[in-house]
Structures are given as C-alpha cells and as structure tokens.
C-alpha cells in the first residue's frame, strides 16, 4: 500500500482520507489549521497530522485545495516536494461554470507542475470524481493524466487500492482536457442529469 499525504481540510479531502484509510494506505493530514487538520484526523481515525510546509511524510501528495491556490501552496514548500509524487485534483472552473481560467493551451496541472522543484512528477486525478460520489464508495473511474510512467503506475496502484479503476488518458498536457470534463460534468449536473448524484465512466464492453 502507499503513503499518502493529503493537503487540505474540505470535503474532498476527508473523503480520500477516509477511502485510503480503508484500502490500507498509510495517510497525513495537511492544513494551514493545524487545529482543524487534528479534528479531521481525530474523526478519521487513524490518520496522523503533518506540519503545513514542512516536508510530507507521503510518498505520494494529494493537493486537495482550491485551483487559487494550488500553484502558491506547491511554490510555498518548494524542495520539500522534491522527489514527491503530487496529485492534483483541482478544476479551473470559471465563476460562471461554463468555462475554464487558465490560458488556451495550458491547464492547472500543467500550472502546478511548473511551481513544483526538480524531481516531483505531477500527475491529474480525481478532478473527474465529485466529492460527494467519492464519499460514497463504490467502483469508480478514475482518469489520470502524467509524464512519468513510474508516477502514473504509483497513482494507479493508489487508485486501485480504493477499490477504483484508473484510466490512462496519456501524458500531463491532456489535463487541459480533463479539466474540461469537469466543466462538463458540472453541466450535466445543472441541467442534462438534474443532480450531482452521478458519476462519469468507461465502458468496455466485451
């Protein structure tokens, strides 16, 4: 199983938290609270409480905080993400939900990957994944998007071990497209499918 640490106190957080915890997985809880990020923790139980900014006992480092302020949180640990794995589950929805902020071309991953130091590999996953269906279990799909091979077999065995099933979409800049899957998926849930109560996935029929 992995060692993962977890950046963040909201729903999204507490819902990996709690499924990593459930597949084995070692987990620490991060936040700029330290008495919030203990409570978290405490509820878990189970998971131990890391210290925001310095360097995370995980192997693996799930940003699971606004796309605002993913980018500054990552350039804030600088070299304590060296050698890290970081998963970034953001979307760069713009207030209107129709579109995205980042610049044609580029993506939020692609943004946090730039901020990282030398020898941390970002790879995209989860955005795809509401919280709340997260929370509920179940064998979800989970698209990925990275360049290291090695970082997105780690993720994939992670993604595994929360009774998930990874899907490859290829290297880091198909994040862009990602993101707009959950553009996507915000307007399935505001008109298409009338509720947030879905999830998205792969059918491979035989």
Do not use: C
Not at 62 to 71: C, E, S, W
Not at 134 to 152: C, Q, S, Y
Request: zero cysteines; aromatic letters at 6%.
């Amino acid at each position: 199983m992995s060692s993962i640490s977890i950046i963040g106190l909201g729903n999204m957080a507490g819902a990996l938290a709690r499924r990593a915890l459930a597949g084995g997985n070692a987990v620490e809880i991060i936040g700029r609270d330290a008495a919030r990020a203990e409570d978290l923790a405490a509820a878990l139980g189970g998971a131990t409480v890391g210290t925001f900014g310095a360097v995370p006992a995980g192997d693996i480092v799930v940003l699971a905080v606004p796309y605002a302020g993913a980018a500054v949180v990552v350039s804030t640990y600088g070299d304590a993400l060296r050698g890290k794995i970081i998963i970034d589950v953001t979307n760069p929805v713009s207030p209107d939900f129709l579109g995205l902020v980042t610049p044609e071309g580029s993506s939020g991953a692609q943004e946090i990957a730039e901020a990282a130091p030398a020898g941390a590999h970002v790879v995209k996953a989860f955005n795809t994944v509401f919280g709340h269906m997260l929370a509920r279990g179940g064998p979800l799909d989970v698209l990925i998007a990275g360049d290291d091979a090695e970082a997105k077999a780690t993720v994939s065995a992670f993604v595994k071990s929360l009774g998930m099933r990874p899907m490859d979409t290829g290297p880091l800049g198909m994040a862009r497209w990602l993101e707009g899957t959950g553009v996507v998926m915000i307007g399935l849930g505001r008109y298409g499918a009338g509720s947030f109560d879905f999830t998205l996935g792969v059918n491979t029929p035989a």
